[in-house]
């Protein structure tokens, strides 16, 4: 573990050096990943420093319990050394996870776009209630969230929903829960009190920046309408929506949330750069799940992540196998646990994969 950690030390120290080199800073794209490794390094070196700590701390204990001269240093030797035993193989678990290799992905912000599936109504006004949740676990966590293009339901929710969130390692959190969502419940519009199963689909685009994907304007078709509301009735009368169509793939990004046609077009941009750039993450994803036979984030849409049952108060993390009665909290935005839970089964997965112990 040791020298591991002295590698992680040596590169801490060139890194250190590297993030004040004028050339490094001049170059943003190159400036921010530097940035981000001395952070997430940093982070290690901390963890390292007390690791080092407990076992320097061992070492004086077990001297002082063998000269045995002092019946009172020997006592908190003793302390000490039941102390610092206990705390080693925590410690030791925390920096193994620490050690597994970063998917670059992981710190960029994304592109969440919310659809309503089987179900009719009942899909729209659950495609409400999972943005709801997002938003108030994003407010939880710190980041900022911003609506680019939305289609509302007919009796409530939405039938689409489209929005940026930003802040630290969004995609890190929120990669987890593309898939598709199924809520069970007696919807509203329901007069037997029957329950019923509904659906939504979730996808969780990394936003990628101008250098990740370049996209050539004359591969681009741009429309300007006006920005329509529920029902499809025009709510202005200035041509400010714009959609956006990549001839090449036939991607289609649009916004309508923004009084300037000039931001439309500067929000429908970043999601049809998002929307490429995950059109190449995903056949990674896939090729990556293939390989590690990965059930957490294989990059598949169709399949059924999660289950909210309303009647027995619970919710069903399928790929892990994992079921909270505490629905309530989670609806509102408590997905740490989950979240947590899911983070682990794929980091168990990556250790096993790197098949060493460290």
């Not at 940035?35 to 080092?52: C, Q, S």
């Not at 680019?148 to 009796?155: C, I």
């Not at 409530?156 to 890190?172: M, Q, R, T």
């Not at 200035?238 to 077009?265: E, M």
Request: charged letters at 30%; glycine letters at 6%.
């Amino acid at each position: 573990m040791l020298d591991k950690l002295r590698i992680v030390k040596q590169r801490y120290d060139e890194v250190s050096d590297l993030i004040i080199q004028p050339d490094i800073i001049s170059d943003q794209k190159r400036y921010i990943q530097i940035n981000k490794e001395y952070k997430d390094l940093g982070a290690v070196m901390k963890v390292a420093d007390e690791y080092e700590m407990l076992l320097n701390n061992i070492e004086e204990a077990k001297e002082i319990i063998a000269d045995g001269s002092d019946e009172e240093m020997t006592e908190m030797a003793k302390i000490e050394l039941e102390d610092a035993t206990n705390r080693l193989p925590q410690l030791e678990e925390e920096i193994k996870f620490m050690l597994i290799p970063k998917d670059p992905e992981d710190a960029k912000n994304v592109m969440v776009e919310i659809r309503a599936g089987t179900g009719g109504d009942e899909a729209s006004i659950f495609a409400g209630d999972l943005y709801r949740m997002y938003t108030k676990f994003c407010a939880d966590k710190g980041w900022k969230t911003s609506v680019v293009d939305l289609s509302e339901g007919t009796s409530g929710g939405f039938k689409e929903i489209i929005f940026s969130v930003e802040g630290e390692d969004v995609y890190g959190d929120l990669k987890f829960e593309a898939g598709v969502h199924r809520v069970q419940r007696v919807p509203q519009t329901e007069t037997q009190g029957r329950v019923h199963t509904s659906a939504a689909t979730v996808m969780v685009l990394p936003e990628a920046e101008e250098f990740d994907v370049q996209i050539d304007m004359k591969d681009v078709r741009i429309d300007y309408f006006c920005s329509s509301g529920p029902g499809g009735q025009s709510v202005n009368t200035t041509y400010s929506a714009v959609r956006l169509t990549h001839i090449p793939t036939g991607l289609v990004a649009q916004c309508q949330d923004q009084k300037s046609q000039h931001k439309n077009k500067d929000k429908a941009m970043q999601v049809l750069r998002s929307r490429l750039y995950e059109l190449e993450l995903a056949k990674k994803q896939e090729a990556d799940a293939a390989k590690r036979k990965s059930m957490v984030s294989s990059g598949d849409r169709s399949a059924k992540i999660r289950t909210y049952n309303y009647p027995q108060g619970r919710v069903t993390e399928h790929r892990i196998g994992l079921t909270l009665y505490d629905l309530q909290n989670v609806i509102n935005g408590d997905l740490h646990k989950i979240i947590e839970e899911l983070k682990l089964a794929e980091n168990t997965e990556k250790l096993k994969e790197l098949g060493e112990v460290l």
